[in-house]
């Protein structure tokens, strides 16, 4: 007589990654198309068999960046497959992997590694928005929009949605908060003008357009991340903004600004010259990439 399995009627929410990726809570389409020995191998499928994940949490992919990993990819290979669900004969759906996937066509491969795995809808949602989270390379916004999501998308509370991620509800909480944020700030954050730590420190100006004056102030000046949170913590004080003193001679002024100049225009980019009376200070070269770094060090004739 074959072993009867208890009907577990319990959900899978709450219970972590990888008990999503074990089981399934009830039967749907793809359980019955998918044979038991496929749920957990590994196998080369053609790409034009895969659909992108539609619950795909990040909303920005760097062009210089895939183009990058497609390059690494002609090369090496994929190194880590990506995981899929399958939908039918012939028919993928992309869980987890879409630079790789992207990357992957770029590089013009045909079949590309990848683990095949049973889930519904609600869990396809839970792995992506938490695969992404967990590999830590999505940036401030797009965290926040992915905490969003689980939240109301997949019916958890702050402290089950710490739980699975690994955060504190209070780090949860921060993320939020940058989604009041106003659309100019939230794109600042998603081009990684500002960092989570001027945005957390913005987020305390109830007066909008006090907001974006410091916000403007904050990237025209590139102030640090201590500088803004003086700034916000004066305006709610009511005090006015104390200005540096600067006991540079005007000549040396000039002279240090003809400097910067040169220093911007031989490196292509912005550069940032600072100094005091004593000639202590400090010189900042700003980069967007990886190839804008090798492009500076080049140039340093370091590489």
Do not use: W
């Not at 899978?12 to 999503?20: I, N, Q």
């Not at 990819?73 to 630079?99: A, N």
């Amino acid at each position: 007589m074959a072993d009867q399995k208890p009907n577990r009627k319990k959900t899978v929410l709450g219970r972590g990654l990888g008990a999503l990726l074990e089981d399934s809570p009830a039967k749907n389409k793809s359980e019955e198309i998918l044979p038991e020995v496929i749920k957990t191998g590994i196998f080369e499928i053609p790409l034009d068999q895969i659909q992108v994940n539609p619950y795909q949490p990040r909303t920005y992919f760097d062009k210089e960046a895939l183009a990058e990993l497609a390059e690494s990819i002609k090369i090496q290979g994929i190194i880590q497959p990506i995981t899929v669900r399958k939908l039918d004969q012939d028919e993928y759906q992309l869980i987890s992997g879409e630079r790789r996937f992207q990357a992957s066509k770029i590089a013009g491969l045909e079949r590309v590694p990848a683990y095949v795995r049973t889930a519904n809808d609600q869990q396809m949602l839970e792995m992506a928005l938490i695969e992404n989270i967990q590999r830590e390379n999505l940036n401030a916004l797009e965290i926040a929009h992915s905490y969003q999501r689980l939240l109301a998308e997949c019916d958890l509370k702050q402290e089950q949605l710490g739980e699975r991620v690994g955060k504190n509800r209070t780090t949860v909480n921060n993320y939020l908060r940058l989604l009041k944020l106003p659309p100019t700030i939230q794109a600042a954050i998603r081009d990684q003008q500002i960092s989570m730590g001027h945005a957390r420190a913005l987020i305390n100006i109830e007066d909008v357009d006090k907001q974006l004056a410091i916000f403007k102030k904050t990237v025209d000046e590139e102030l640090s991340v201590r500088k803004v949170e003086a700034l916000v913590k004066a305006l709610n004080e009511g005090k006015p903004e104390k200005k540096e003193s600067s006991n540079l001679d005007p000549v040396r002024k000039y002279e240090l600004n003809k400097i910067q100049q040169r220093l911007a225009s031989h490196f292509g980019t912005k550069v940032n010259l600072k100094t005091n009376e004593k000639n202590k200070g400090e010189i900042k070269i700003p980069f967007s990439s990886a190839s804008d770094l090798n492009r500076i060090l080049e140039i340093l004739e370091i590489i």
